[in-house]
Nanobody
Framework: VQLQASGGGLVQAGGSLRLFCAAS????????MAWFRQASGNEREFVAG???????TYADSMKGRFTISRDNSKNAVYLQIDNLKPEDTAVYYC???????????????????WGQGTQVTVSS
């Protein structure tokens, strides 16, 4: 599986962005998908996950302004970010893996494939 993330950009605080991750390969619907982000000088952190069974999960700090969705017919996963804040400035990565039942989506070691990242910059 190859992943290509896009949709980032420079946005004013309060604005919205929709990030897009395109996946190659015929087995997209057999993977759990997730978005992570990494701000300069910080560790990469989990944002949201969309399971192969259709469920979604979010990091506690991301609930409310972030919405993950996937379209298996298009081999795509999306991340809608509303009411952007300067602290959302980061490189956003999409990832694909097979997360065991009852395992945390936030565990980065469970992901086999990563996109190259797309930069989101929020100005105040």
């Amino acid at each position: 599986v190859q992943l290509q993330a896009s949709g980032g950009g420079l946005v004013q605080a309060g604005g919205s962005l929709r990030l897009f991750c395109a996946a190659s390969g015929r087995t997209f619907n057999s993977y759990d998908m997730a978005w992570f982000r990494q701000a300069s000088g910080n560790e990469r952190e989990f944002v949201a996950g969309a399971s192969r069974s259709g469920g979604t999960t979010y990091a506690d700090s991301m609930k409310g302004r972030f919405t993950i969705s996937r379209d298996n017919s298009k081999n795509a996963v999306y991340l809608q970010i509303d009411n952007l804040k300067p602290e959302d400035t980061a490189v956003y990565y999409c990832a694909a893996g097979r997360i065991p039942r009852n395992w945390l989506f936030a565990d980065q070691h469970r992901y086999d494939y990563w996109g190259q990242g797309t930069q989101v910059t929020v100005s105040s």
